[in-house]
């Protein structure tokens, strides 16, 4: 669905529905070493995320903004895959945020822009995951 290179890095961070969205995983690694998939357990992996998202439209002159958040918590750690344009600046930002939930401490690892493949826009209109609008 979408995904993209951690910035000066070989490692993924994707998040990868089944053709018949029978489910849906988080990835991250590389090709040849996935160091994390989550979750689990594939039967009910839709009841582990949440998406949410802002939108306001009208270009340059609005200051329009396409913010995407994708959500979830394993362990002591919450994560935020973010897709996030600004029209005013041009600029569009991937990444993830990881909270450790303990402590507060949150770690943003940035990814290429130029590397993005997929959208989640499609998240805004299925109906096995939870959506928030901002």
């Known amino acids: 669905m979408f995904g993209f290179q951690v910035a000066d890095s070989k490692k993924i961070i994707s998040i990868c529905t089944a053709e018949d969205e029978s489910y849906i995983v988080y990835r991250f690694g ?3 070493n996935i160091e994390l998939e989550f979750p689990e357990d594939r039967e ?3 009841s582990y995320f949440n998406y949410s998202y802002y939108l306001r439209g009208g270009g340059l002159e609005n200051t329009g903004l396409d913010f995407d ?3 979830f ?3 002591d750690y919450q994560y935020q895959v973010y897709s996030e344009y600004e029209a005013e600046t041009g600029i569009r930002s ?3 945020r990881v909270t450790d939930e303990k402590t507060g401490k949150e770690t943003d690892i940035t990814g290429d822009s130029n590397s ?3 959208s989640m826009i499609p998240f805004r209109e299925m109906e096995k995951i939870i959506v928030n609008f901002e």
């Open 30 to 32: 590389t090709r040849d």
């Open 44 to 46: 009910s992996s839709f």
């Open 69 to 71: 958040h994708f959500n």
């Open 73 to 75: 918590s394993n362990g």
């Open 116 to 118: 993005v493949i997929g």
């Open 94 to 96: 991937v990444g993830i």
